[in-house]
C-alpha cells in the first residue's frame, strides 16, 4: 500500500510540472490549472483513502481522456484499481463491473492515443511499484467483463446447460435399467 501512495504521489508531481512551465495564453493557463488542480484533488483524495471522492475525479477527469498525458493516465487507472480493489472487498459487484469498464476504456483510449509515452509511464510505473502491471490488468479485467457479458446474454448459460444436459441424459441411459426409466 505505501508503494501505491509513494506512486500516485509521484504521478501527481510529474502531471503538475508540465502545467507549471505554461506560456499559452489565459485560456491556457485555466485549463493547466483545472488540470493541476484535479490531479492535486484525485491525489489528495487517495492519500487519505477517501475512495469516494477519488471515484468521483477519476470519473470526471477520465471524460477527457484524449488530453491526457500519460502521467495523468497512469494515476487515473491507479484510482479505478484502487476503487475496484475497495470494491471486491466490500462485494459491491456492481461497482466493480462499473470500474472495470471504466478502467479498460480509459487503457484503451490512452494507449490508442500516445501509445509510446503511456507504455513509458506504464514502465515508470512498475519500477515504482513492481506489482502494478497495467497491461495485465487490463487484460484481466476484459476477460472479466467479457464472462460476465457472457453470462448476462446467456451464451455462457446456454452452453453450460447443454453440457450438463448432455452429461446427465448419457449417465441416466448407462446406469438405469430400461424398464425402470421414465417414459419420454
Same mark, same amino acid.
Given at each position: ?92 459487484? !456492481?461497482?466493480?463491473? @462499473?470500474? =472495470?469498464?471504466? $478502467?479498460?476504456?480509459?487503457? &484503451?483510449?490512452?494507449?490508442? *492515443? ?24 487490463? !487484460?484481466?479485467?476484459? @476477460?472479466? =467483463?467479457?464472462? $460476465?457479458?457472457?453470462?448476462? &446474454?446467456?451464451?455462457?448459460? *446456454? ?26
Amino acid at each position: 500500500m505505501r508503494h501505491i501512495l509513494l506512486f500516485i504521489m509521484l504521478g501527481a508531481a510529474l502531471a503538475v510540472v508540465p502545467g507549471c512551465g505554461s506560456k499559452g495564453g489565459n485560456a491556457e493557463a485555466s485549463v493547466a490549472e483545472s488540470v493541476e488542480d484535479q490531479n492535486t484533488q484525485l491525489a489528495a483524495a487517495l492519500n487519505v483513502g477517501d475512495l469516494r471522492h477519488a471515484s468521483e475525479m477519476a470519473d470526471s477527469m477520465s471524460l477527457f481522456v484524449d488530453d491526457f498525458t500519460p502521467e495523468q493516465t497512469v494515476q487515473v487507472l491507479m484510482a479505478f484499481l484502487s476503487v475496484h480493489n475497495d470494491a471486491v472487498a466490500k462485494g459491491d459487484r !456492481r461497482r466493480d463491473l @462499473e470500474t =472495470l469498464r471504466k $478502467y479498460v476504456d480509459v487503457y &484503451d483510449i490512452a494507449v490508442g *492515443a500516445n501509445p509510446n509515452d503511456t507504455r513509458a509511464a506504464f514502465a515508470k510505473a512498475k519500477k515504482l511499484n513492481p506489482a502494478v502491471d497495467f497491461d495485465s490488468v487490463a !487484460r484481466s479485467f476484459r @476477460e472479466r =467483463l467479457s464472462q $460476465y457479458d457472457a453470462i448476462q &446474454d446467456g451464451s455462457l448459460v *446456454a452452453a453450460e446447460a447443454e453440457q450438463a444436459d448432455s452429461a446427465a441424459k448419457d449417465s441416466v441411459t448407462e446406469e438405469i435399467p430400461l424398464e425402470l426409466r421414465p417414459a419420454e
